[in-house]
């Protein structure tokens, strides 16, 4: 599984995964075979009706009008999971993987449609499957854009230190993998008493990203005795919050995270 690393605001690098291959196969794997049902439902469901209601079987205006409404969730399903769903599909959510900008953070409605628009295997073998079960072969002649671009993503997610395809190089994205099983531990969140008096009030000029990149940081301090780590985040956020004080690094940085919890709760 490769890794890479974004430096922070804080002249401090976060690790992610990329996602493996393997497992971004699978996830799309899912995504189809569910679409394929859809696909499936919507058109037994169609031929019910249309045979209940004794539908012109020769009003082809009709029939691709329907066609069109029933391929629209298809074409559209990727785009509308990554925007309503955090960058996440179905297939992705099952197996832990996120669709996430370069530098570690939520991705923009903007790149979210770069992306969509430059899928090649999610539009193209949808398209294939349909038209091999409606006899629309003529419509596989107009694929070969498609074909050359899913070759040319293969290449590149195996190739490219990122694992990106077209989509993610032109968006400004990646897919990485993620925690689906979190937990309190792994979140910023810390309990503070409703006496609490914040010591740092400047801690909400700071990103949620920031804010996380702290936790990770003295989580990493802890666990790994990365002490310098600290101590140079510390500083570099006293620089950055123009803050002078005299508190161990460690205390510091946890009466930061103390502060975040409890303005952002309070107010």
Known sequence: ????????????????????????????????????????????IYD???????????????????????????????????LFWNGQSIGKRLLGLRVVNDNGGKASPGQYIIRWLLRSADISIPIIVIALLLGIVWILKALWITSLMFIADVILMAVHKAAKRLGDLAAGTM???????????????????DSYVPVFPQV?????????????ILDSGRKMGHYQMVESA??????????????????????????????????
């Open 234 to 267: 510390s500083e570099r956020v006293k620089n950055v919050l123009a803050i002078e004080s005299s508190m161990p690094a460690f205390d510091f940085l946890d009466t930061l995270l103390k502060d975040y919890n409890y303005i952002s709760t309070k107010n």
């Open 1 to 44: 599984m490769g890794k890479i690393n974004i430096p922070t605001t804080f002249n401090i690098d976060i690790e992610f995964e990329t996602a493996p291959f393997h497992v971004r196969m699978f996830a799309w794997i899912i995504d189809f075979v569910l679409l394929v049902f859809y696909m499936i439902i919507a058109y037994n």
């Open 48 to 82: 019910a009706v249309a045979d209940k209601n004794d539908f012109s079987a020769g009003n082809a205006y009709d029939r691709w009008s329907i066609d069109l409404l029933i391929m629209l969730p298809v074409v559209s399903y990727h785009l509308l999971c990554e």
């Open 204 to 216: 909400m000029r700071l990103s949620d990203r920031d804010v996380n990149t702290i936790k990770g």
């Open 175 to 193: 897919l990485i993998k993620t925690n689906p099983k979190g937990n309190l531990e792994d979140t910023i969140f810390m309990e503070v008493a």
